[in-house]
């Protein structure tokens, strides 16, 4: 498809499981963003990717986070140990060049994570 | 770090009228402010980018204005339609950290016929 694609599009798993979510950028863009949003708030940073450099992951709120981008294309959010107050939808995005400082995100519709 | 508050978190107004979204920002002036609308289960869709030398961007209804010195961005929508209701997002790009933007909690307009 022509957009950015998420998968799942829902996953509901058991306090402590680790759970993958993926991205599949639009195809060109060199630079991939992942989001968290909760319920009724902003979105909160979490990584990104641009091209074959260094990742930004200051974002990541604990080392239960991980994130892996192979070359320019798919990406894939990994969360160990979960816990319930990860439950939140994961929104990646994907733009042409993050060196440029000024490119509009295109945005996938996200993981609706629930953590029972 | 960035703190960014957008007016209310609901705006109501009738259709054709003009509304107007409110985003002010603290600390570090923004290289970049983004504009996004939100549909309920759906990622940020891009409507407009303002660079920090800018005072105003037009895009059809769209209007974003851009005040640094009150740090301060104006979004508004002419002649409202119903279907332009959604939640809309302010974004800040702080020109040395690049590709990273600090988005807003958002506005809820709803648009009444």
């Known amino acids: 498809g022509a957009g950015v694609s998420q998968s799942p599009s829902n996953k509901v798993t058991e306090k402590g499981k680790d759970v993958e979510l993926r991205c599949d950028p639009i195809?060109?863009?060199?630079?991939l963003y992942w989001y968290r949003q909760r319920l009724g708030q902003g979105l909160e940073f979490l990584i990104y990717?641009?091209?074959?450099?260094?990742?930004?992951k200051s974002g990541l709120p604990s080392d239960r986070f991980s994130a892996e981008r192979t070359g320019e294309s798919v990406s894939t959010l990994t969360i160990q140990r979960t816990q319930q107050e990860d439950s939140a939808v994961y929104l990646c995005?994907?733009?042409?060049?993050?060196?440029?400082?000024?490119?509009?995100?295109?945005f996938g519709s996200g993981t609706q994570l629930s953590v029972l | 770090s960035q703190k960014i508050e957008q007016n209310s978190e609901a705006l109501n107004i009738q259709e054709g009228k003009t509304a107007t979204l409110t985003c002010n920002y603290t600390n570090y002036s923004p290289a970049y402010l983004q504009w996004y609308r939100q549909d309920p289960g759906r990622g940020p869709v891009f409507l407009l980018l303002i660079r920090e030398n800018e005072k105003e961007k037009r895009k059809e209804r769209l209007k974003v204005t851009f005040d640094t010195t009150l740090k301060q961005s104006l979004f508004h929508i002419t002649a409202s339609q119903p279907a332009d209701s959604a939640t809309y997002l302010c974004a800040l790009q702080k020109g040395s950290t690049l590709g990273r933007l600090y988005f807003g909690r958002g506005t809820q307009l709803t648009v009444w016929p």
């Open positions: 995005a994907s733009s042409l060049a993050a060196a440029q400082g000024n490119e509009k995100l295109f």
């Open positions: 990717f641009q091209g074959n450099s260094a990742p930004d």
């Open positions: 195809s060109g863009h060199t630079a």
